[in-house]
């Protein structure tokens, strides 16, 4: 019966299988198993049926087996069998079974020969068998049948790789003897995932079929077309005696009588027949389990560990304890209030590198958005100045002033403060909404108890909007304090002496422009450093400004565009008198050349600030009759202050905008919370209501607990395996390429030379490795007489490990 020891396994991986299937996909694991592949009536279902001793799988023409079957033996006094989909019920007819399992494969899959890669789940009881777990997959076919669909056989591969591509699964490849086993489905698609040949056995059935005067001895001895781990032969049913209801153990008997009196095989009859296959796969699965248990462990572990959190929570609340449900009443709104002020304030745990927490975001509007507004507020230049002229002239009415009248600049300046109202509404607002935001973000972790989630949020939401209110009061006062006095004295405005307020000898800009038009005799085009003032406009040799070079007045200028020339790059305007005076020596215009269109436009809004307006004006040009050289400079003037004054109150409201939302938002909100939020749910005299649980959060709750008592019987099945035993060593290598695989192999799949294969790793220290890379390689070898060689001739056979 092979390693008894290592025979208690399967019993225990069959209960890890049973405590972990209650859970779902969420806990799955790769559990050892041995997975039978083959063609369509390679004799899968016979060799199945063999071993339980048991007529007990459907049978019929073409795809039978159309959902995967995990059959589980277990050596029991007693025969029976159940499935996990119908739990607590024994079948002891084995017609049944085979009925059940019909049933079930057409609950899914439907009559029109469907596949589904959703597996059955049998454990088989008796005293005939010995522990084992298979999975009997679909057969290979190439043509679809009837109502297939035209690429069943891509679904039948998809779903037996699903299944053998993992690496503690063995594979067991079946392929009737008289077939050409080069050729075997089967024996391909273990190449594919298996290129060293560790998980695969080869099964050849149908021995009794070959024709007369052949045999399969070769195969057998695993000399012609070898795998590492060698070949099987069995015999089965023909259907002959299926249909004639033979007995397996009579055919047994008679699998026995052949081996023993075929001249081929009966030296070779003590390892070959489906008794010493059960023994075979029963002994290299228990290798295979106990070498894959401590990654089990792990896993297990590391998942257990994981939701010993949040069952230890689930396990203390009591659905219908009053004074549980206020501890947790009480400790949510306490994580609330710490999640909402992590959330605003920053925190160093837990960081989110997706996106921005709602605290970055404020800071994002406070400091982003909020500037931009402001930003937009600015008035088109020609439009300002019209409202100045308009404001000068109103105020002289019918005399002519001889001074730059303060209240025209008073008026204008409060015209724009009233104009504040709107980005900053708008920045409450949108603090507001994210505020709104981030609230519900930390509120959705309530869901588990939608009530007390409803109410949170109505309480909170009610909160942030009378906050929101008191705020746009506090604003509104902040700019009415602003319209309430028009500050001149303040330290950052622009502190002209009462000559430059009358004069205008305020400087609009400056920068480098290049005169276009004067001749090559006189030096050609050059580049001067330009000074536009309210009165003039001067330049200079360089931007040290020690040398003028000359200084023209605005009197009665005008501005004209010209034309790009046919070899310039530069972007030009003149300057000409109204006059008809020289503007510069004898000069009739000045031809200014800049570097850009952008350069261009700005120069020119500049001009037209210091009252040099175009030459044609349309209708949105210049005020009407605004031709006073003095009052042109009255309005450059206020210009200019006004621009001085509001970069003052914009700085103002820029610094007390944000800190007023923070005061009266959300620093007030942040305390309600942390302070008040409780006190009002307890007002509302529903506590206990409060805290009734979804039916989502108690189907959670009961999943976790299952799921968490699940692993914890796992890692109790595991821990009562004696680490004591030890495993079966590996055969040595073989040349196995003669298999074609269908896909292109690993590296590992190519031929081993001279016996100088990898070592194949082990999971316990003291398992002698079976091939050595060193040069006293073939020395070793010699010393272990029970192993084969590792270089295997073509026509002798490795040792077959011998099951005892």
């Known amino acids: 019966m092979g390693n008894r020891g290592m025979e208690e396994l399967i019993p225990l991986v069959n209960r890890l299988q049973d405590a972990l299937g209650g859970v779902g996909q969420t806990c799955s694991l790769h559990l050892p198993q041995i997975a039978v592949v083959g063609g369509q009536s390679a004799g899968?279902?016979?060799?199945?049926?063999?071993?339980?001793?048991?007529?007990?799988?459907?049978?019929?023409?073409?795809?039978?087996?159309?959902?995967?079957?995990?059959?589980?033996?277990?050596?029991?006094?007693?025969?029976?069998g159940e499935f996990l989909h119908c739990k607590g019920k024994k079948f002891t007819d084995f017609d049944d079974i085979c009925g059940e399992i019909e049933t079930e494969t057409q609950r899914l899959t439907g009559i029109n020969k469907g596949i589904s890669p959703i597996p059955i789940n049998l454990r088989i009881y008796s005293p005939h068998v010995l522990n084992l777990t298979l999975v009997d997959l679909p057969g290979i076919t190439k043509v679809p049948v009837g109502d297939q669909p035209a690429d069943i056989e891509y679904q039948i591969r998809d779903m037996i790789m699903q299944y053998i591509c993992k690496e503690n699964c063995l594979i067991l490849a079946v392929t009737?003897?008289?077939?050409?086993?080069?050729?075997?489905?089967?024996?391909?698609?273990?190449?594919?995932?298996?290129?060293?040949?560790?998980?695969?056995?080869?099964?050849?059935?149908?021995?009794?079929?070959?024709?007369?005067?052949?045999?399969?001895?070769?195969?057998?001895e695993n000399r012609l077309l070898p795998l590492r781990r060698g070949y099987i032969g069995v015999v089965n049913r023909s259907q002959k005696d299926i249909d004639g209801k033979k007995d397996i153990k009579a055919a047994l008997l008679a699998e026995e009588q052949f081996f023993q009196s075929h001249p081929a095989y009966r030296h070779m009859a003590a390892r070959m027949g489906t008794p010493y296959l059960?023994?075979?796969?029963?002994?290299?699965?228990?290798?295979?389990?106990?070498?894959?248990?401590?990654?089990?462990?792990?896993?297990?572990?590391?998942?257990?560990?994981?939701?010993?959190?949040?069952?230890?929570?689930?396990?203390?609340?009591?659905?219908?304890?009053?004074?549980?449900?206020?501890?947790?009443?009480?400790?949510?709104?306490?994580?609330?209030?710490?999640?909402f002020e992590k959330l605003i304030e920053g925190s160093g745990d837990k960081v989110d590198t997706n996106n921005l927490s709602g605290g970055a975001r404020i800071n994002r509007i406070?400091?982003?958005?909020?500037?931009?507004?402001?930003?937009?507020?600015?008035?088109?230049?020609?439009?300002?100045?019209?409202e100045i002229t308009y404001a000068i002239r109103n105020i002289h009415g019918v005399r002519t002033g001889l001074f730059t009248p303060d209240l025209a600049f008073e008026a204008i300046v409060k015209k724009q403060i009233s104009r504040l109202n709107g980005p900053c509404m708008k920045l409450i607002d949108m603090v507001s909404q994210e505020l709104l935001t981030t609230v519900h973000q930390c509120i959705n972790k309530l869901n588990s108890f939608p009530k007390l989630r409803d109410e949170t949020e109505k309480i909170v939401t009610t909160e942030i909007r009378e906050q929101e209110s008191k705020c746009r009061d506090q604003v509104l006062l902040l700019i009415d304090v602003q319209l309430a006095y028009i500050n001149t004295k303040h330290e950052d405005f622009v502190g002209f002496t009462n000559a430059d307020l009358h004069q205008g000898r305020s400087i609009i800009?400056?920068?480098?422009?290049?005169?276009?038009?004067?001749?090559?005799?006189?030096?050609?085009a050059k580049e001067y450093w330009f000074i536009l003032t309210a009165e003039s406009l001067s330049w200079f040799k360089d931007d040290e400004e020690k040398e003028k070079k000359y200084m023209l007045p605005l009197d009665n200028l005008k501005l004209r565009d010209t034309e790009k020339g046919f070899m310039s790059s530069k972007f030009a305007f003149a300057i000409f008198n109204t006059e008809l005076r020289n503007v510069y020596k004898d000069y009739k215009y000045l031809e200014l050349a800049c570097n850009s269109q952008e350069e261009l436009d700005s120069w020119k809004a500049s001009l037209l600030r210091a009252g040099v307006y175009p030459e044609k004006v349309t209708g949105n040009g210049a005020p009407e009759n605004f031709t006073d050289p003095q009052l042109?400079?009255?309005?450059?003037?206020?210009?200019?202050?006004?621009?001085?004054?509001?970069?003052?109150?914009?700085?103002?409201?820029?610094?007390?905008?944000?800190?007023?939302?923070?005061?009266?938002?959300?620093?007030?909100?942040?305390?309600?919370?942390?302070?008040?939020?409780l006190a009002q749910l307890y007002a509302l005299g529903e506590c206990s209501a409060l805290m009734d649980e979804s039916p989502e959060q108690q189907q959670h709750r009961e999943e976790v607990l299952r799921k968490h008592a699940a692993l914890k019987e796992a890692l109790s099945v595991i821990g009562?395996?004696?680490?004591?035993?030890?495993?079966?060593?590996?055969?040595?290598?073989?040349?196995?390429?003669?298999?074609?695989?269908?896909?292109?192999?690993?590296?590992?799949?190519?031929?081993?030379?001279?016996?100088?294969?990898?070592?194949?790793?082990?999971?316990?220290?003291?398992?002698?490795?079976?091939?050595?890379?060193?040069?006293?390689?073939?020395?070793?070898?010699?010393s272990q007489p029970h192993r084969a060689p590792p270089s295997v001739p073509k026509r002798v056979p490795p040792s077959i490990p011998n099951v005892k």
């Open 366 to 386: 406070f400091h982003e958005c909020f500037p931009y507004e402001l930003i937009k507020l600015e008035l088109d230049e020609q439009k300002l100045r019209r």
């Open 176 to 220: 009737p003897a008289n077939t050409d086993l080069a050729t075997s489905d089967a024996l391909k698609l273990a190449k594919d995932v298996d290129p060293q040949g560790q998980r695969t056995i080869g099964v050849i059935t149908k021995l009794d079929l070959m024709d007369k005067g052949t045999d399969a001895l070769e195969i057998l």
């Open 720 to 782: 009562e395996i004696s680490t004591s035993t030890c495993s079966t060593p590996l055969p040595p290598p073989v040349d196995s390429s003669w298999i074609q695989p269908t896909r292109k192999s690993a590296p590992g799949g190519r031929l081993v030379v001279r016996g100088h294969a990898p070592p194949v790793p082990q999971m316990t220290t003291h398992i002698a490795p079976t091939a050595s890379v060193t040069t006293d390689g073939l020395k070793q070898h010699r």
């Open 44 to 80: 899968k279902s016979s060799v199945l049926e063999n071993f339980v001793g048991r007529d007990f799988l459907p049978r019929g023409s073409g795809i039978v087996t159309r959902r995967p079957l995990i059959l589980q033996l277990l050596t029991s006094n007693t025969e029976y």
């Open 509 to 524: 800009r400056k920068g480098w422009l290049t005169i276009s038009n004067i001749s090559i005799m006189k030096g050609g």
């Open 278 to 339: 059960q023994k075979m796969l029963n002994q290299q699965l228990t290798n295979h389990i106990r070498d894959t248990l401590p990654a089990f462990r792990c896993h297990l572990q590391n998942q257990l560990l994981t939701l010993n959190k949040e069952a230890e929570e689930y396990r203390q609340y009591g659905p219908d304890d009053a004074g549980r449900r206020t501890k947790i009443l009480l400790k949510s709104i306490q994580h609330l209030a710490v999640d």
């Open 632 to 677: 042109e400079r009255q309005v450059e003037t206020i210009r200019n202050l006004v621009d001085s004054y509001m970069s003052i109150i914009y700085k103002t409201i820029r610094d007390l905008m944000p800190k007023t939302i923070m005061h009266l938002i959300i620093n007030s909100v942040k305390e309600f919370i942390s302070s008040e939020l």
